[in-house]
């Protein structure tokens, strides 16, 4: 029986900025499977982003292949890349002067689909993350909170009925519980429609939490991939340092509630 192909594929990939002189990813190989929830950690510089950027086409690899669902992302065009694959951004990046019904219908608009139908499938979709359309379908950007407008633009990604999705620190701006309710909730429609998910975090301890494996980036470089429990015994000093924090936050966390008891 064969090994299905991944749903997302790095190989051998390259990628520099500025002339040549900013080297932001180095001979980078990764596999995505379907369905697989997974997480990309490391720190500021570490090329997270620019991995992630390219499985949509937003930049593009000086070497190596990016394919998407078997297919070389350089052999698509990139505008029906880009709409075919949800994307959401940690601002959440709505358009100030569209509703919430708007922004969330606005894919499915450029690719055709009805007036009425893209209504409905925005109603659909609110009612899936959380808010009442009723409520919400009218309202502008400004008029939202930073967690209402994060679940708008999970909206968003979801409303053409994309396979992947790709998410660029999408909880790192909002308050410790908002983040934890939209991170827990985000999980569950990922299983739900059964998505393939890469998320891009600085947090390990979210990243435990939520992917199925952890991709771990440093100096562009990939260092380590593995299950959050492979990676728990890793001898990499790098992912070490990585998983010092949650263990330090875990062991204090224990003294406190031991104390309080």
Request: proline residues 5%.
């Amino acid at each position: 029986m064969s090994t299905p192909s991944p749903t997302i594929r790095y190989a051998h990939v390259d990628k520099s900025f500025d002339g040549g002189r900013v080297q932001a990813l180095r001979d980078v190989s990764l596999d995505i499977a379907e369905r697989e929830f997974r997480c990309i950690v490391g720190g500021s510089g570490s090329g997270k982003t620019t991995l992630l950027r390219l499985a949509n086409r937003l930049i593009d690899a000086d070497n190596g292949v990016v394919s998407v669902a078997g297919e070389d992302v350089c052999s698509v065009d990139p505008i029906r890349l880009r709409r075919s694959v949800g994307y959401v951004f940690q601002s959440a990046a709505l358009f100030p002067h569209m509703t919430v019904a708007g922004n969330i219908g606005i894919t499915p608009s450029l690719l055709g689909v009805a007036p009425k139908e893209t209504a409905e499938r925005a109603d659909e979709l609110l009612t899936l993350v959380r808010l009442d359309a009723t409520r919400y379908r009218d309202r502008y950007p400004h008029e939202l909170s930073g967690g209402e407008k994060q679940r708008t633009a999970v909206a968003r990604a979801l409303a053409a009925k994309p396979r992947i999705v790709l998410m660029d620190e999408p909880f790192g701006a909002l308050d410790p519980l908002t983040r934890d309710a939209l991170a827990d909730d985000y999980h569950a429609l990922h299983d739900e429609l059964k998505l393939t998910t890469v998320m891009i975090t600085h947090d390990m301890t979210e990243a435990i939490v939520l992917a199925d494996r952890i991709a771990v980036m440093q100096a562009g470089t990939m260092v380590e991939e593995g299950t959050p429990s492979a990676l728990a015994v890793s001898r990499n000093d790098y992912v070490g340092e990585l998983l010092r924090t949650p263990r330090r936050q875990t062991q204090r966390l224990n003294a406190v509630l031991k104390d309080a008891s």
